[in-house]
């Protein structure tokens, strides 16, 4: 059982410190808008996500989400 | 920075007085304008000379007590009357416990508790302990359907809204149990009825119909008795109360009245007239919204569009009178092919951004980046000053591309490109990274993780401005004119604003003459003579110079895009070619024809239009009668059709009491389901009660039944109150059969405008685009919506339009340059991305031998998925090119990626 | 597309999860802040990409990807894909099962064989493989690779040497 617990506590201390890399897709008339909005409230989010706005989530090629990933994003984001 | 410094905390209105804010404060988020304002009576530098704290410490300088009223002075050729409306007394509210007992709140605090941004970020919890609570009731009719209160009318909203805020709690708290006190469920509006039932289904909402009298507190529970149709009492025990609060006249109705000089009706609300609801006793004095009685706000925007409409018929002669245009120099094309040469400008926004982001760090970062060659930071980069100067910097370093590292390009983009476009350049050669809303602001606890974020959406920035080219800024050329489909009361409304406001119009109308449905009506809602008020309609449209009037028509085939519209017109076997601007939906409805009912098996059998027919042909047919019965929601509602046809309540108790007029003997029953005689057709509904009409409820599971016997007619019903079957003996049977969809769907097709699932036109926005529909150009008005009365219908007309007036008027289409462009040598003509696009902005044509796409610039909204969607990768966007795009994504990993 | 992407992530050894796909409209900040915060925490629970469950290693993963933006470059599955597009928008069927099957049954086979060609092509560049080789670093059966094995030989672009393959001299 402690033992256990030990290596809970090494694996989640290991997530602590790692920062992810994240790409976000936002379309321009929805969650571009949502996270200016959320700026402007002043609400607190984790500093992982990089945006790339677009007109609309339609436009987002599955390229532009592989590309991605390939180029080291641990996560994309894609928001309409 | 004010509202932080402040010293003077002040209760927070908008939130409905449930939470605190400071002197200078902005009310929320999205408000527009979207700058802080000083609530005066508070503040300490107004009414003392003490403190001036803010605007010492606004670092823009944007607050100046300096300031003094004035009065002014204007000419205007209109004025519209848009005063809202006001609150029920506290007095009414007291009587069922508000104010007393914490637990019972208005739906209006209920309203900001639920919402996300609101004082409790959206916990539903109880102002006595801060408790979520585990039962709730709404009570309806608060202040209104009330003469206690001197509110006698149904305030038409709160039915809905009570629907949804009980809704959004359940999504909120799923384990809520949750019932509302109805008097009659009143969700008349389009699509409301769906919500009700999507409300009672899946989030087990309970309805009950009855009237809570009172509220009483025991042991900290709020306690309601109430007795139900069937005559039973019930108790229960709450743990919060919610008064559907209705909607009062203006406080300040009768100053409004005086100083405008127009008169109120007996509510205090704006008086008009069915035929022209938006119209005020003045002349040139127009009314919008819920002055001119209780409405939601698809009605209230509707009826603001129609103002804007008759304002705009009034001030036709001065259109354009006092425009003013601006002109551009040349664009420096030479400059512009040059090799990338960037100019970064990081701004401080005062402490916005530098308060978190270390804002040289980010500019000197933005130096080491490829092509850059000015990197500069500013302290606000919008103001006037800094414009220049950055203005000035561009000219003086030769700059073709220019990033500007600050906020939104929602909101600061216009402004930048308008400052590119004053010195010769295109404005889509700048790119904005968005480093304070999306940055600085929402991570002010981790400034280095901040500047670290900053200076990678600079680098993707920067990325995607060396591949940014010059946009066109195309403009296509309006045809003047409209076409307006359907020749009623809405669509000959449509046409005469049109016309008025000095445009060309062309009316077609599939039968032999004008009029649609007002042609079968005896009397509009208030009384008048309606034969009447449409025989002055069609003398107008007919003598309007104007207005070409094509009866015995239809429109066969539509092409073209907003501004350029080219319609083949039939008329007797004769087909003619029309070109026009836009193009106004008005094709109607339809009374619904009933099944069963025993309809049709008998003379004496009738709908509610027929008996009007029968009535202006004479009333010798109710000699003999001594019962009339009335049925209501005659294929509405689930009996056959889904939706609620809104109107036939209000026509069964207005012919009810025509009836009781011309033979006060005649006993009259009327079943129905829920009376929603809404607004102040309520007075109606009680008059007719007050005469002795009969009203008994049924529900869908026991429908009255019509018997046709060989000797007159029996309506067998079941009436909850005494609990046993009634037999009557019928002279009369009258069915009010709902409004039936027209047949749309081949115009749906031509025009490629979307239906509802009940065959009625779907409008692009329900609440904010009331009028319009998804494919530009194309707008929307009558029973062709959804069904309604002869008032709406002609505000909804007027409404479109405005709306379609607007093309006309500007002459010309801009189109935004993020549009679709197809590379027709790449296009191999497979047509997906024409069956994809939302806004029918592609065709195929023929190039020879092959078709290829080819996209409507005038009608692209740059959405892209033609793009994502292209086999060949044949369509880029403007703007937002593959290219741009992948650099951006291979600018996001900070060593950079290559290509593969 | 965000169906496709998630199936063909998983089928390059990518915990489909990674990718989000979320709506929230302008009025709505605070469900923004709910979805990117729950959504960066489960980032940070499935740690470095390449090092979830189930997923390949990250210099699998490059090699992959790389061929997976070129499979989804490729003509015959942005044909599939436009086409899946077009017909569930006829249909207006965007029910969750009927993109699932649509997406599984003809996109995916389209890019599946496309990554693997590229792949295969990438991983020859590196030097000689034989059939077990291959069939282990491309996460595909013997049966699925000898079909596109075959057609390149055939064009002369891979040669065979005692069941090792390598990329022909030019």
Not at chain 3, 55 to 74: C, Q
Request: include cysteine; charged fraction near 25%.
């Amino acid at each position: 059982m402690a033992q256990q617990n030990v290596v809970k506590k090494e694996s989640e201390m290991a997530q602590e410190g790692f920062e992810p890399r994240i790409l976000g897709f936002f379309c321009h008339w929805c969650c571009y808008a949502a996270a200016d909005s959320a700026g402007v409230s002043r609400y607190q989010y984790p500093p992982n996500v990089r945006v790339i706005r677009v007109m609309c989530t339609g436009r987002i090629d599955a390229r532009f989400i592989l590309e991605a990933f390939r180029c080291g994003a641990d996560g994309v984001f894609t928001g309409g | 920075m004010c509202t932080m410094y402040c010293p003077r905390p002040v209760v927070d209105t908008y939130n409905e007085r449930l939470d605190i804010t400071r002197a200078p404060h902005i009310d929320y988020a999205q408000a527009i304008p979207s700058s802080y304002y000083i609530d005066a009576k508070a503040c300490l530098r107004v009414n003392y000379e003490t403190c001036n704290l803010c605007a010492q410490t606004c670092t823009a300088g944007a607050i100046d007590f300096s300031q003094q009223p004035k009065e002014l002075e204007l000419k205007v050729g209109a004025v519209v009357l848009t005063p809202g409306f006001g609150r029920v007394d506290d007095e009414v509210l007291e009587r069922f416990g508000y104010g007393r007992f914490p637990d019972v709140l208005t739906a209006f605090e209920f309203e900001r508790l639920t919402c996300a941004s609101g004082p409790t970020e959206g916990h539903i919890v109880r102002p006595s302990d801060n408790q979520v609570p585990k039962k709730i009731a709404f009570l309806q009719c608060i202040g209104s359907r009330d003469e206690t209160c001197g509110n006698g009318y149904c305030s038409s909203v709160c039915c809905m809204y009570a629907v949804k805020e009980a809704s959004v709690a359940k999504e909120h708290e799923p384990d809520l149990d949750i019932s509302i006190f109805f008097m009659d469920v009143r969700t008349m509006g389009k699509g409301f009825d769906e919500a009700r039932k999507r409300a009672q289904e899946k989030y087990g909402i309970n309805v009950i119909r009855a009237r809570v009298p009172r509220v009483d507190q025991v042991d900290g529970k709020l306690a309601l008795t109430w007795t139900t149709g069937d005559g039973e009492h019930h108790s229960d025990l709450f743990d919060m109360v919610v008064l559907s609060v209705g909607l009062e006249s203006p406080e300040d109705a009768e100053t409004i009245a005086r100083v405008t000089d127009i008169e109120l009706n007996h509510y205090n609300f704006c008086r008009t007239s069915v035929d022209s609801p938006l119209l005020s006793s003045r002349g040139g004095v127009l009314v919008a919204g819920a002055f001119q009685g209780p409405k939601d706000i698809p009605e209230s925007v509707t009826q603001a569009s129609g103002a804007a409409a008759i304002a705009s018929e009034l001030l036709a002669d001065a259109r354009n009178s006092q425009t003013v245009t601006v002109t551009y120099p040349d664009e420096d094309k030479a400059l512009e092919e040059e090799e990338p040469r960037i100019g970064v400008f990081v701004c401080h926004c005062g402490v916005n951004i530098a308060g978190v982001v270390d804002v040289k760090a980010v500019r000197d970062y933005a130096g080491t980046l490829p092509g850059v060659v000015l990197y500069e930071d500013t302290l606000y980069s919008c103001s006037q000053d800094a414009l220049k100067s950055i203005a000035e910097k561009i000219k003086e370093n030769r700059l073709n591309r220019v990033v500007i590292s600050a906020c939104s390009p929602r909101t600061h983009e216009p402004l930048f490109q308008e400052t590119l476009r004053s010195i010769g350049l295109n404005p889509a050669l700048v790119e904005m990274a968005n480093i304070r809303d999306q940055c600085a602001w929402v991570h002010a606890q981790e400034p280095d993780k901040a500047t670290e974020k900053a200076k990678d959406l600079v680098r993707m920035a920067v990325a995607k401005a060396r591949l940014l080219t010059p946009l066109d800024q195309p403009t296509v050329d309006v045809t003047p004119s409209a076409l307006v489909i359907g020749g009623g009361a809405a669509g000959m409304s449509a046409a005469l604003s049109i016309a008025d406001q000095g445009y060309k119009v062309v009316l077609v109308e599939r039968s032999k003459e004008l009029g649609g449905n007002l042609k079968r009506l005896k009397w509009t809602l208030d009384g008048q003579d309606a034969s009447k008020v449409l025989k002055d309609m069609i003398k107008k449209v007919k003598a309007h110079k104007n207005i070409q009037v094509f009866t015995g028509s239809q429109v066969e085939s539509v092409s073209g895009y907003v501004g350029n519209f080219t319609s083949a017109l039939s008329r007797q076997g004769k087909t003619e070619m029309i070109n026009h601007g836009v193009i106004v939906l008005a094709t109607g409805g339809r009374e619904y024809k009933p099944k069963g009912y025993a309809y049709g098996d008998s003379t004496r059998i009738v709908t509610q239009l027929e008996l009007e027919e029968k009535l202006a042909r004479g009333r010798g047919f109710l000699r003999n009668a001594r019962n009339v019965v009335m049925i209501q929601c005659v294929g509405s509602r689930g009996d056959d059709m889904q939706h609620c046809s809104r109107l036939c309540c209000i026509q069964a108790v207005k012919n009810a009491l025509k009836l009781k007029e011309l033979k006060p003997e005649l006993n009259i029953y009327i079943f129905y389901r829920d009376m929603r005689t809404y607004g102040f057709y309520e007075d109606l509904y009680r008059e007719a009660r007050k005469q002795g009409v009969k009203f008994i409820r049924y529900t869908l599971d026991r429908k009255p039944e019509v018997i046709k016997q060989s000797r007159g007619i029996k309506v067998r019903a079941f009436d909850e109150l005494i609990g046993e079957d009634l037999e009557i003996p019928a002279s009369l049977v009258v069915l009010s059969a709902g409004i039936a969809p027209g047949e749309n769907e081949e115009l749906s097709k031509i025009i490629k405008a979307p239906l509802t699932s009940e065959g009625f036109f779907l409008e692009a926005h329900a609440k904010l685009r009331p009028v319009e529909v998804a494919v530009d150009g194309v707008y929307l008005c009558g029973l062709a919506h959804g069904p309604k009365s002869l008032e709406e219908s002609v505000a909804q007309a007027k409404a479109a339009a405005a709306k379609a007036t607007i093309p006309l008027a500007k002459g010309k289409v801009a189109v935004a340059p993020i549009v679709s462009k197809v590379d027709q040598d790449k296009c191999i003509g497979c047509g997906i991305c024409e069956s994809l696009c939302p806004f029918n902005a592609i065709v195929l044509e023929k190039v020879g031998k092959r078709k290829k796409a080819k996209t409507i610039t005038a009608s692209c909204k740059g959405c892209g998925v033609c793009a994502s969607h292209c086999p060949t990768i044949a369509i880029s966007m403007g703007g937002f090119t593959d290219e741009a795009i992948m650099a951006q994504i291979h600018a996001f990993s900070p060593e950079g990626c290559e290509e593969a | 597309m965000a169906e496709t992407c998630r199936q063909f992530l998983a089928d390059c050894g990518i915990n489909p999860e990674r990718l989000a796909l979320e709506w929230a409209s302008a009025a709505e900040a605070p469900r923004f802040v709910e979805l990117i915060t729950g959504y960066v925490n489960s980032i940070k629970e499935k740690g470095e990409i390449g090092s979830a469950e189930g997923e390949a290693d990250s210099e699998t993963i490059k090699r992959r990807l790389a061929a997976a933006v070129k499979a989804a470059e490729a003509r015959k599955p942005r044909i599939a894909l436009g086409n899946l597009a077009k017909r569930l928008h006829k249909e207006g069927d965007f029910s969750k099962e009927a993109i699932e099957k649509g997406v599984s049954s003809k996109i995916l086979p389209a890019l599946r064989a496309e990554r693997i060609k590229e792949e295969l092509l990438m991983l020859l560049a590196q030097g000689p493989m034989d059939m077990k080789e291959l069939s282990k670093a491309l996460w595909a059966d013997e049966g699925e690779i000898e079909k596109p094995l075959s057609q390149l030989v055939k064009k002369g672009v891979i040669e065979e040497k005692d069941g090792k393959y390598s990329l022909a001299d030019k």
